[in-house]
């Protein structure tokens, strides 16, 4: 069946240095969204992208959309204590949402 | 309103029970959705309505049943569950469905099934 997948399963990092999650999925999609779900919390929308190479920043995240529409990925820039959580990517593939398993970001003591 | 609530929060049934989850959106949204959660993995989609109707039903074991009496309003309806069905669920709104759209998550129900 169709498939995204969301690497890597868990970041470590120090707080300051850059996170990065990938996904790939086995289908041209239509879109791709992204999500963040903190702890204890529920998946928030963070950003729809649409277009075949599209890149759009949000203050420290920056999104990406391959040419191909089949990848996707996050940058976090200087990663910040309020960066905890789990991030998602969902894709858009003849009507089904296929998310992908998520990328946890953990900020080291 | 940009807000998705759910009741109740916590849940803990019997496997006889019977018991409901609501969700309530008042932005106007056509789509509403339910999703399963476990603990470490994505949501999985359950079913969805568009425009009160349902439109996908995921093979959903019948022992939960949705409902949408308005366009405001998802329920669901929960009956002889197991304790592999406790997880979180979770209640979500688009403005159509016809190409998924931003998402609105409510806070979800957390569900134990003892």
């Known amino acids: 069946g169709q498939q995204v997948m969301q690497i890597p399963q868990y970041q470590h990092v120090q707080e300051g240095e850059d996170f990065t999650t990938y996904c790939n999925s086995s289908?041209?999609?239509?879109?791709i969204q992204w999500y963040k779900q903190r702890p204890g919390g529920h998946p928030v929308f963070l950003i729809q992208?649409?277009?075949s190479g599209e890149v759009k920043k949000q203050k420290r995240l920056t999104f990406q959309f391959g040419e191909a529409k089949k990848n996707s990925s996050l940058h976090i820039t200087a990663t910040q204590t309020t960066d905890v959580g789990t991030y998602f990517c969902?894709?858009?593939?003849?009507?089904?949402?296929?998310w992908g398993a998520g990328t946890k970001l953990i900020i080291k003591p | 309103d940009t807000e998705v609530t759910q009741t109740p929060k916590h849940l803990v049934m019997g496997m006889t029970n019977k018991k409901s989850l609501k969700c309530e959106q008042h932005?106007?949204?056509?789509?509403m959705y339910w999703y399963k959660q476990k603990a470490k993995k994505p949501p999985e989609l359950m079913f969805v309505?568009?425009?009160?109707?349902?439109?996908i039903n995921e093979s959903v074991p019948s022992r939960f049943s949705p409902e949408c009496p308005n366009s405001s309003l998802l329920n669901l309806h929960l009956h002889a569950l197991q304790p592999e069905d406790s997880a979180l669920y979770l209640c979500?709104?688009?403005?159509?469905?016809?190409?998924?759209?931003?998402?609105?998550f409510g806070p979800g129900t957390r569900l134990t099934v003892l």
């Open positions: 979500a709104s688009s403005q159509f469905w016809t190409r998924y759209g931003e998402q609105f």
């Open positions: 969902a894709g858009d593939s003849n009507y089904q949402l296929i």
């Open positions: 309505y568009s425009y009160e109707k349902l439109s």
């Open positions: 289908t041209t999609l239509s879109n």
């Open positions: 992208l649409v277009k």
């Open positions: 932005m106007g949204h056509r789509a």
